[in-house]
Each structure stands twice: as structure tokens, then as C-alpha cells.
């Protein structure tokens, strides 16, 4: 037997199955509570990105102010 950690995984068929797409498209999602309790985003992480979304906002209305 070929135990091969590249191979994709497959349905009983023996069909390729996309299981990250599979597991987004999940309907019934009993999981979404623990996924986000074991992988939370940190408020400074937010807080980073919004400040840098700011940036980029204060450089853009100044380009507009200027006329480029």
C-alpha cells in the first residue's frame, strides 16, 4: 500500500474530495465556536490592521486634496 501524505483525500467512491471547501460550505457548522476559541485574532492584531487601513485611507484623501 502507497502511503503517499501528498494524495488527496477521497469520498468512499474513491473520488477526490476538496475538504476545505467542503468544510466552509458546511451548512451545519458546530465547529465555528471552537475554531474561533482555538485560533482568536487579537484585538492588537485588529487594532494594527485598522490603524494601517487608516494609513492608507490618510494617504488616499491626501492624494485627492492634491489633485493626483
Request: aromatic share 0%; hydrophobic share 20%; no cysteine.
Amino acid at each position: 500500500m502507497n502511503n503517499d501524505s501528498k494524495a488527496p483525500p477521497t469520498d468512499t467512491s474513491g473520488k477526490p474530495v476538496n475538504v476545505v471547501k467542503r468544510d466552509l460550505e458546511d451548512p451545519d457548522d458546530n465547529t465555528r465556536g471552537v475554531d474561533e476559541v482555538i485560533t482568536p485574532s487579537s484585538t492588537r492584531t485588529k487594532e494594527q490592521d485598522a490603524e494601517e487601513l487608516q494609513r492608507k485611507v490618510d494617504e488616499i484623501e491626501r492624494k485627492v486634496a492634491d489633485g493626483n
